[in-house]
């Protein structure tokens, strides 16, 4: 079965960064692209961006794009999403969630607690 | 890119119907038909529901239903249960080649 499984809760100071990981099995990894989403405590989810698995390009939100590095490992069929500068607004649960191929989000990551706090 | 817009909040009783409004631009709502719906429970991951606007992913009971008109999407849950309470979320793709989601709305089972 596709399983989505994220690397565990941080803890991190203003202007760090951290690095979310997000291992996948149960399918090809390469034939599904992977989205990242987040959701700040008390509101919505917000996009960060898309990485192709198989060939590696990358759409950032606009919001994100200076600080958000998306990487893909095919050998472990795992995705990575490092945000840098931290500050306090981006605690947040960080969520990898596999395109479905028809414009939407099938499957997802239990979700990864980031906290900033210095 | 600036989120869609949902009701905060909507509520029923069990075996009634609700609707969910979710109202974008020509942009991205108005632009596509990729406009999905998650059912998002406390402390558990999102699910999608409807993809493609009316689309239902194996499993997904058909008490859960989806409509587009113009800018606006909307997502109806007939025969209300209490299983369904949880926040909802719409989404769609946008002419920036990226997503979108609305603010989410929380419904809840009188």
């Known amino acids: 079965q596709v399983q989505l499984v994220q690397s565990g809760a941080e803890v991190k100071k203003p202007g760090a960064s951290v690095t979310v990981s997000c291992k996948t099995s149960g399918y090809t990894f390469g034939m599904y692209k992977m989205h990242w989403v987040r959701q700040v405590p008390g509101q919505g989810l917000e996009w960060m961006g898309i990485i192709d698995t198989s060939s590696g390009s990358i759409a950032y939100a606009q919001n994100f794009q200076d600080r958000v590095t998306m990487t893909r490992d095919t050998s472990t069929s795992t995705v990575y999403m490092e945000l840098s500068s931290l500050r306090s607004e981006d605690t947040a649960v960080y969520y990898c969630?596999?395109?479905?191929?028809?414009?939407?989000?099938?499957?997802w990551g239990q979700g990864t607690l980031v906290t900033v706090s210095s | 890119q600036s989120a869609l817009t949902q009701p905060a909040s909507v509520s029923g009783s069990p075996g009634q119907s609700i609707t969910i409004s979710c109202t974008g631009t020509?942009?991205?709502?108005?632009?596509?038909?990729?406009v999905s719906w998650y059912q998002h429970p406390p402390g558990k991951a999102p699910k999608v529901i409807i993809y493609g606007v009316t689309n239902r992913p194996s499993g997904v009971p058909d008490r859960f239903s989806g409509s587009k008109s113009g800018n606006t999407a909307s997502l109806t849950i007939s025969g209300l249960q209490a299983e369904d309470e949880a926040d909802y979320y719409c989404s769609s793709y946008t002419s920036s080649s990226s997503w979108v989601f609305g603010g989410g709305t929380k419904v809840t089972v009188l």
């Open positions: 969630a596999r395109d479905n191929r028809a414009w939407s989000q099938d499957y």
């Open positions: 020509s942009s991205d709502l108005g632009a596509y038909d990729y």
